[in-house]
């Protein structure tokens, strides 16, 4: 049975996932240092010493602070979400289409106008996606620089029946474990989350019944106050509960349409069955990059 591997598919969508987990490992990493800056110059700004510590606790105070802006200004100037977000589009806009023409799917499919001329047509449609990236974000992957490679070209060439297995086993069965798998993460991750914070939060209050009774005269609040802020801030970078819904949602669509795979008994059902298919994944990134810049 043909298996595509990673290698396999062609260099567009590679270099376009390549680049995307490039921008979003820069991303997270520039998030994570900024905020631990702002919670380290709040934990240095509420202590009260004298002499040489005072100055000292002073100045790595500021160093933070000024970690914190230096990383703020790199975000805004290298823009690392633009390449995860944009990066991602292009990337999943190419697995599909590959699909498609892996498997005959409309509007690639084997028989009738979608299978005249379809290597045109591929190479079309990735020069028409690939136009959203800027030049500078599409740094070549490693392995072949085919963007359609011997292993599509087979993976066409199969019957009817050896396709359906190939894009039932590694397209909808892969997906499907995939976005099951990421939402249960996701639903775990958000639910330490909102313990932790809720926690934060409940100690912030304490502090404040306590400071305000007298029991003691350190100034923890704003402490408290930045540490949750970071914590809120972190959450809404990762969006943890809105991606364990939408992850989860997906998983059983695509569920509901594998079962009707033994349905599509002709090339133009099994064309069209694919369409259906590869729409129900492509409304899950158009939601989950709705969900990442705001739109």
């Given at each position: 049975m043909e298996r595509i591997r990673y290698d396999d598919l062609p260099a567009l969508l590679r270099a376009a996932d390549t680049n995307s987990l490039?921008?979003?490992?820069?991303?997270?990493?520039?998030?994570?240092?900024?905020?631990?800056?702002?919670?380290?110059?709040?934990?240095?700004?509420?202590?009260?010493?004298?002499?040489?510590?005072?100055?000292?606790?002073?100045?790595?105070?500021?160093?933070?602070?000024?970690?914190?802006?230096?990383?703020?200004?790199?975000?805004?100037?290298?823009?690392?979400?633009?390449?995860?977000?944009?990066?991602?589009?292009?990337a999943?806009?190419?697995?599909?289409?590959?699909?498609?023409?892996?498997?005959?799917?409309?509007?690639?499919?084997?028989?009738?106008?979608?299978?005249?001329?379809?290597?045109?047509?591929?190479?079309?449609?990735?020069?028409?996606?690939?136009?959203?990236?800027?030049?500078?974000?599409?740094?070549?992957?490693?392995?072949?620089?085919?963007?359609?490679?011997?292993?599509?070209?087979?993976?066409?060439?199969?019957?009817?029946?050896?396709?359906?297995l190939l894009y039932l086993r590694e397209r909808l069965d892969d997906q499907r474990a995939w976005y099951a798998g990421k939402s249960r993460w996701n639903a775990r991750r958000s639910t330490l989350w909102s313990v932790g914070l809720a926690a934060v939060e409940l100690a912030g209050l304490a502090l404040g019944i306590a400071r305000a009774a007298g029991l003691f005269e350190v100034d923890l609040l704003g402490f408290a106050a930045a540490l949750a802020a970071a914590g809120a801030a972190w959450v809404q970078t990762r969006q943890h509960q809105n991606l364990a819904t939408a992850y989860g949602v997906a998983s059983h669509e695509i569920s509901l349409i594998r079962a009707r795979a033994d349905h599509s008994v002709t090339e133009e059902e099994w064309a069209l069955f694919v369409s259906?298919?590869?729409?129900?994944?492509?409304?899950?990134?158009?939601?989950?990059?709705?969900?990442?810049?705001?739109?």
């Open positions: 490039a921008g979003q490992r820069r991303l997270l990493l520039i998030t994570r240092v900024q905020l631990t800056s702002l919670i380290a110059a709040a934990g240095l700004g509420m202590l009260s010493l004298s002499g040489w510590a005072g100055d000292a606790a002073a100045v790595l105070a500021a160093v933070a602070f000024g970690t914190a802006l230096v990383t703020e200004v790199f975000r805004l100037k290298d823009r690392p979400d633009r390449l995860w977000y944009a990066g991602r589009a292009v999943e806009s190419a697995k599909t289409l590959t699909w498609r023409y892996m498997v005959g799917g409309a509007p690639l499919g084997i028989r009738g106008a979608g299978g005249d001329g379809a290597d045109t047509r591929l190479l079309d449609r990735f020069r028409e996606i690939s136009s959203d990236l800027d030049a500078g974000w599409l740094v070549p992957a490693r392995g072949s620089a085919d963007e359609i490679t011997t292993a599509m070209r087979r993976a066409r060439a199969l019957p009817l029946a050896d396709r359906r259906d298919a590869e729409e129900a994944i492509s409304r899950e990134h158009t939601l989950w990059r709705a969900s990442h810049s705001g739109g």
